[in-house]
């Protein structure tokens, strides 16, 4: 589970790390800055290439404070959806990692979401798991 959270907060963190003096009023007015934009593109494209084996895709939605972690499998991943689906459905600790997600995002942002979802898609964008805390 420690490769999925640092997976998932990568680039979140590298965001977050470009919050102004300012007082911002929302997760979205941060993430959809210019300068935030720029730097999740960068980040995802570390990550897919850091990952390329398991995944072909990813993307991080947010909308006012609710955030959503996108991952799409690669295509040889996906022919055993079924299986994808078991394991992340018989993950045990998936409030553990939304919490703690949570917390890094207050602890960095000075905004605690107020949901966050893991979804996970095949290659050609069928969901095959998701989870929203």
Same mark, same amino acid.
Not at 4 to 9: D, F, G, K, Q, Y
Not at 91 to 116: G, H
């Given at each position: 589970?420690?490769?999925?959270?640092?997976?998932?907060?990568?680039?979140?963190?590298?965001?977050?790390?470009?919050?102004?003096?300012?007082?911002?009023?929302? &997760?979205?007015?941060?993430?959809?800055?210019?300068? @935030?934009?720029? %730097?999740? =593109?960068?980040?995802?494209? +570390? /990550?897919?290439? !850091?990952?390329?084996?398991?995944?072909?895709?990813?993307?991080?939605?947010?909308?006012?404070?609710?955030?959503?972690?996108?991952?799409?499998?690669?295509?040889? &991943?996906?022919?055993?959806?079924?299986?994808?689906? @078991?394991?992340? %459905?018989? =993950?045990?600790?998936?409030? +553990? /990692?939304?919490? !703690?997600?949570?917390?890094?995002?207050?602890?960095?942002?000075?905004?605690?979401?107020?949901?966050?979802?893991?979804?996970?898609?095949?290659?050609?964008?069928?969901?095959?798991?998701?989870?929203?805390?």
């Amino acid at each position: 589970m420690k490769k999925l959270v640092s997976r998932i907060l990568l680039p979140l963190m590298a965001c977050l790390m470009l919050v102004a003096c300012g007082a911002p009023s929302s &997760l979205e007015e941060i993430l959809t800055s210019d300068a @935030a934009v720029a %730097e999740t =593109e960068k980040a995802k494209e +570390d /990550l897919l290439s !850091q990952y390329s084996d398991t995944y072909s895709d990813y993307d991080m939605e947010v909308s006012g404070n609710n955030l959503t972690y996108k991952y799409y499998y690669v295509e040889e &991943l996906t022919a055993s959806a079924d299986d994808l689906k @078991a394991a992340l %459905e018989g =993950e045990t600790s998936w409030s +553990d /990692l939304i919490n !703690q997600t949570k917390d890094e995002i207050e602890k960095t942002a000075k905004i605690r979401p107020e949901t966050v979802t893991f979804a996970y898609y095949t290659a050609d964008g069928t969901e095959i798991f998701s989870i929203t805390e």
